[in-house]
């Protein structure tokens, strides 16, 4: 089975939002509110965003959120700011135990 | 605090193993799971699999069962993940993660500095 749809990349200008897009299937975002979101700086390890669908970890702004409608997961990023460029990737619990990642966004902020 | 750290970079020829190791402090190993995650050079993400710090159940990715192995040694608080049979796309940098809950699909909200493991001939 293949991963999560995500768009390769996505850019807007400072203060303005953007939405990444996940989507899935029937067996893993549509069946679970098991979504993460995570952030990639260059070179770094992931950072945890976003928690089942709709939670922000201690310690993570509040300009980031989360949603989810059917087999699609939103992220959503308000009053865009220069260290927001990174990259994006979604996940989902899929069949109970198992995990799956999308392709990943680039996030440039112009 | 929470941290992860793990072993160092490997070089491996094709059809060798490689262990990569994780230890972890800061929080109670046994309350949590640990779970693998790699990324081929300029690549997404991969799941790889999740081992409960509790009591040592595993889930792996469908596409590694058989070449994987993850265990724990809780009397050092540190995970290891073993993958058989090295092939060239089995490059990429190998990370650790603490799970958020006791369980492998609810988020991992501590990260390793990650293992680049290269293969060639």
């Known amino acids: 089975q293949s991963g999560l749809t995500q768009p390769a990349s996505v850019s807007a200008s400072p203060g303005q939002s953007i939405t990444i897009f996940c989507t899935g299937t029937s067996s893993d975002v549509g069946d679970y509110n098991y979504v993460s979101w995570y952030q990639q700086h260059p070179g770094k390890a992931p950072q945890l965003i976003i928690y089942d669908v709709s939670n922000r970890p201690s310690g993570v702004s509040n300009r980031f959120s989360g949603s989810k409608s059917g087999n699609t997961a939103t992220l959503t990023i308000s009053g865009l700011q220069a260290e927001d460029e990174a990259d994006y990737y979604c996940s989902s619990c899929r069949n109970r135990n198992s995990v799956v990642f999308g392709g990943g966004t680039k996030l440039t902020v112009l | 605090q929470v941290q992860l750290v793990q072993s160092g970079g490997e070089v491996k020829k094709p059809g060798a193993s490689v262990k990569v190791s994780c230890k972890a402090s800061?929080?109670?190993?046994?309350?949590?799971?640990v779970t693998w995650v790699r990324q081929a050079p300029g690549q997404g993400l991969e799941w790889l699999g999740w081992?409960?710090?509790?009591?040592?159940?595993?889930h792996y990715a469908q596409n590694l069962q058989g070449r994987v192995t993850m265990t724990t040694d809780t009397s050092t608080s540190t995970a290891y993940m073993e993958l058989r049979s090295l092939r060239s796309d089995d490059t990429a940098v190998y990370y650790c993660?603490?799970?958020?809950?006791?369980?492998?699909?609810?988020?991992?909200?501590?990260w390793g500095q990650g293992t680049l493991v290269t293969v060639s001939s």
């Open positions: 800061g929080y109670p190993f046994t309350t949590n799971g």
């Open positions: 993660a603490k799970s958020r809950v006791v369980f492998p699909t609810r988020g991992e909200d501590y």
């Open positions: 081992i409960s710090g509790y009591n040592g159940d595993t």
